[in-house]
Nanobody
Framework: QVQLVESGGGLVQPGGSLRLSCVASGRTFGNDAMGWFRQAPGRERELVAAITWTTRHTYYIDTVKGRFTISRDSAKNAVYLQMNSLKPEDTAVYYC???????????????????WGQGTQVTVSS
């Protein structure tokens, strides 16, 4: 049974930073991609960033490029999302998720992700 536990969300002012963590248990990762999705009220869930476990290839949605950085720590079985220069439009519930990686591209389709965390709220407001 794979479990993903997110932490690090909270309330931050515009321009501030947060670091989200996702610790996984119940599985040793290999041909996998670890992704951070977010979902704001009334909007579809979108993939914000992802990283492949073995090759560390990364994906970022255009709206966060240059501001967010995804990384992973194999010793801790964890993936992180460093979020800088936060904007009010970054406000959402952020979810950690795992998908199989085909070695060619990282899927942005939430339906391809098999395991999900419970989510952590990020609110950017003055």
């Amino acid at each position: 049974q794979v479990q993903l536990v997110e932490s690090g969300g909270g309330l931050v002012q515009p321009g501030g930073s947060l670091r989200l963590s996702c610790v996984a248990s119940g599985r040793t990762f290999g041909n996998d991609a670890m992704g951070w999705f977010r979902q704001a009220p009334g909007r579809e869930r979108e993939l914000v960033a992802a990283i492949t476990w073995t090759t560390r290839h990364t994906y970022y949605i255009d709206t966060v490029k240059g501001r967010f950085t995804i990384s992973r720590d194999s010793a801790k079985n964890a993936v992180y999302l460093q979020m800088n220069s936060l904007k009010p439009e970054d406000t959402a519930v952020y979810y950690c998720a795992v998908a199989w990686y085909n070695g060619i591209y990282i899927s942005t389709d939430a339906n391809q992700y098999n395991y999900w965390g419970q989510g952590t709220q990020v609110t950017v407001s003055s």
